[in-house]
Every structure is written in C-alpha cells, then in structure tokens.
C-alpha cells in the first residue's frame, strides 16, 4: 500500500512541476516590423536632437580632446540643441536595409587629417554609447540616455566588417589623425576625426538587445578615430580597401540583379569577398604571385 502511495505522490509531484514550468515560460514577443520602429526610433532620435545640447573639450595633445557632454536643456533653458547648434554640421546619410531606407544622423566635430578606413576595416577607436528610452509614469513620459559602455583608452582594432551596421556606415565618413610616442611610452593622439552617430535600433542590435541594452532602442555613440587597420577579407592578397573599385569608402553585396560596382566578373560576389576576382578560373592570389593581372579574365599565370 505505501508502495503505491508513493508512486502516486511521486506522479502528482512530477505533473506539479511540468505545469508550473509550462505556466512560466516567457512568452516570446514577435518581430517588430522594421519600418514602423524605424518611425518610433527616428522620432525619439529627432527629439534628442532637439531637446539636448553638447559641450565639446577642445584640449589639442591631450586625451580629453573632443570629449562630448551631453545635457537636456532646462525648461526656459537658452542653450542651442544639437538640432539647432551651427558650430558642428549635423549631416545624415541614407541607408537600405530590411526594405527600409534609413536616415542616420551624425555629427561632425572634426574630420581629422589621416586616412579613412573602409566599411570592412579595423578602426583604433575611443568611444562612449548610451541608450535611448522613453519611461512612463504618472501619465508622464520622458526621454532618458542611459550610459551603457565608455572605452577612452582602446587597446586593439575593432573591425567594421563584424560591428553594428551603424558603426560600418559612419567611421568611413572620418579621418584618422596622428601620433607621438612620448618618452614613458605612452602616446598622444592629434588632428584625429571625431564624431557623434545617432543609430535607429535596425541599424544597431534591433530585437536581440547586447548586454545591458534593451531590444529596439536607438543609440549615441560619441567617438574618436585614432588609428586605422587594412583587412583582406577574402585572404586573397588584395587588401579589401583596395577592392573598393568605385572608391566610395563601401564594399559590401548586393542582391541578385542589382549591378555592383566593386564585382569584377559579375558573379554576385563582391571582390572583397572573391578569391577569383576576374572569374577566370584562377585564383586572385596565384595571378598575384605569377605577376598577371587578376581583373583581366584573359591574362592568366
């Protein structure tokens, strides 16, 4: 008899929990659609814009230069917002994605000297990022930034090719600058380009969120182009920035049928990405090596 009591708690127990567990899964929320968070996110993007003001560090030599602060403007407040400010250009640039054609605003305090890197290069880059949410309560809503990373001493190259399509799209836009190395071994960065993107969440991490960042939330990034890296991509000896044929500052695919003027032969596969640039049959690193031209598809090793 106890025998068979305890099967019977032991079956009661086990259905307790599966139900418990069943009951308690998150419900997983379904994929916003891309273009009407886009407007969400332009909209809480242009009232940043508009309602927050910047002081820049101007300290040539020093690692503060082009430190950025940013500071909502006070009720009766008389700073220029940013949407306002004429001292530093607030430009944008238009990008596809998901069907969608992005506005992504940036901000330019200096363009730097140097050279620019490419979408798919490693950039030595200081930089600070914070969210933007919209919290309610009491029937209020109100904008808020939320600091999430800060790096101001970079120790290795980020590459462009791998991070947010934000990053990817406004680095090339920025020169670097250049260096001294002082006698402790130190160096000190000048003349770099420095910059403010504003990133609608589809072009950052979208549904996923990253670490302390919440899903579908535009970003700030204020940041510093130090130092550049050429990448090859494809491994085929030809550094990618040198298979941006058009000379654009972007490689990247295109969809089937769309002509795209960094793809040699026309296979659908971009040069920086094709170990046979000229589709001749021979890989680009093999004509290097025999000294042929590897965009002739009639020379050949």
């Known amino acids: ?16 929990l599966f139900s418990c567990s069943k009951n308690d899964t998150p419900a997983v929320e379904p994929l916003r659609d891309y273009a009407e968070q ?5 909209t809480t993007i242009e009232q940043y814009l508009k309602t927050y003001y910047i002081t820049v560090v101007d300290h040539p030599g020093f690692s503060d230069d082009q ?23 607030l430009k944008s640039r238009t990008v596809s994605l998901n069907e969608v054609n992005y506005n992504l605003y ?18 030595l880059s200081s930089y600070k990022g914070d969210y933007l949410e919209e919290i309610s309560a009491s029937n209020v809503t109100t904008l808020t930034a939320t600091p999430f990373e800060e790096v101001k001493y970079p120790q ?3 590459s462009l090719f791998s991070t947010i399509t934000g990053w990817s799209e406004i680095f090339p836009q920025f020169k670097t600058g250049s260096y001294t190395t002082k006698e402790d071994g130190t160096i000190s960065y000048k003349d770099f380009g420095a910059g403010i993107m504003f990133v609608p969440s589809g072009l950052a991490y979208y549904a996923s969120g990253s670490g302390v960042v919440p899903a579908y939330v535009p970003l700030v990034f204020s940041f510093k182009l130090y130092e550049l890296q050429r990448l090859d991509q494809d491994g085929d000896g030809v550094p990618s920035y040198l298979e941006d044929l058009n000379g654009d500052g972007y490689v ?50």
């Open 1 to 16: 008899m106890n025998k068979f009591k305890y099967y019977f708690i032991l079956i009661i127990t086990t259905f307790s």
């Open 38 to 42: 886009y407007t969400t996110d332009n």
């Open 67 to 89: 430190d950025v602060t940013f500071t909502k403007i006070p009720d009766g407040g008389s700073q220029k917002s940013i949407w306002d400010q004429t001292d530093y250009e």
């Open 106 to 123: 940036y901000l330019v305090l200096r363009t730097g000297t140097g050279s620019s890197p490419t979408n798919v290069d490693g950039v």
């Open 156 to 158: 290795q190259m980020i």
């Open 252 to 301: 990247r695919s295109f969809a089937t049928g769309i002509v795209n003027p960094d793809d040699t032969d026309g296979d659908g596969i971009p040069n920086f990405l094709d170990v046979d640039d000229d589709g001749d049959g021979y890989s680009t690193k093999r004509e290097i090596a025999a000294g042929t031209d590897y965009l002739d598809k009639n020379s050949h090793p």
